[in-house]
């Protein structure tokens, strides 16, 4: 992350120093892909066009069949944003929901605080007509293949990624999200490689599950479950990652190849890893190169599915221009498992969680934090 020294002054230097005048020009157009996809979109009128142009759209909240929303002519906070990531497969396969993440601005909108769901949070999913599904209390995650079924035809993220949201919903309190993102984590790996890798920390010696040193796939058991060969690593400290590795690091969660605590491990990494490509988008080697900007621009509009409820990407990214790296608060939400007998059914989060969305709802979340630092995900 790019944080210069204070000067003789105090004040530290601007992290445009040293960017050309027509990279500074607009406000930044991508605080939104920012936060989703780890771009910063700057540039004129004809450039924001052609990267909202982009960026996928999709009825993600059934607005469309409640009627056309309105366009918003001044987007204030508080803010809710949902972004979720999928891995996609094949275009027959029932998506899931293989992170899921809440950005939220208050309403000074010069901050953010970004929390994530366990993809294992035991639930009740609500009954969704859409899709003939009559409800279930089961992972998270199944909520978005469960909304996906669209008789007669391939499954549907946008429709999977609606009863996803209204079950986030009735988890967290939030009564309505302003904006949400579909994420392809495949996508990452082209936006990473796009600004020439990422730098961030890593915490801990983590070895791949799913890659060799190469980048290359790990072969199947052919004895039993699980793979073979060597692994990829990622020693503790600070490391220059390609797309492939960061990609791969951010979904590490066994304890066996060094996540001790698992999926809650995942989450953090991931949560990191966003940061780190916040930082490393806003640094001057990408604004004020051209070819470089164009190409993390390009990548990150086909990486997701944007849906503003009536405001488009551009006018997200304007209203989120305050929103800086290390002005991004990353949350942890304590979680442990529950069990029938001994047969595993999932995670559930455990005291004061409650009492965070309370004071998200509230907008008192700087006081909760001061009052209960454990809720605070570290770098380091």
Known sequence: MLVGKAGKSGRKPSIWRGVPRWA?????????LTVLSGAVLVGTEVLMARYEGAVGKADLFGDQAAGAQAKKSDIKGPLNILLVGIDPRTPTAAPLADSIMVL?????????????????LYVRIPEFKKA?????????NAAMSFGSKVPGANPDAARGFELLATTVQKVTGIKRFDAGAIINFTGFQKIVDAMGGVDMYIERDVKSEHKQPDGTPRPGNTRGEGYVGPQALYKKGNRHLSGWQALDYVRQRY?????PDSDYGRQRHQQQF??????QAFG????ANPIKLDKVLRAAGQSLIFNGRGSSVVDFGLALKDIRPNTIEMIKLPGGGVYEGKKYLGEQFQEGVPDFFTALHNEQLDPFLLEHPEFVNKAK
């Open 132 to 140: 003939d599904f009559p409800g279930e209390t089961t992972k998270i």
């Open 104 to 120: 939220h601005v208050p309403a000074s909108m010069d901050r953010a605080y970004l929390f994530s769901l366990p993809r294992d």
């Open 255 to 259: 304890p066996k190849n060094g996540v």
């Open 284 to 287: 001057a080697d990408v604004v």
């Open 274 to 279: 966003v940061k780190a490509m916040v930082g």
């Open 24 to 32: 500074r020009i607009c406000t930044v157009f991508g605080t939104v």
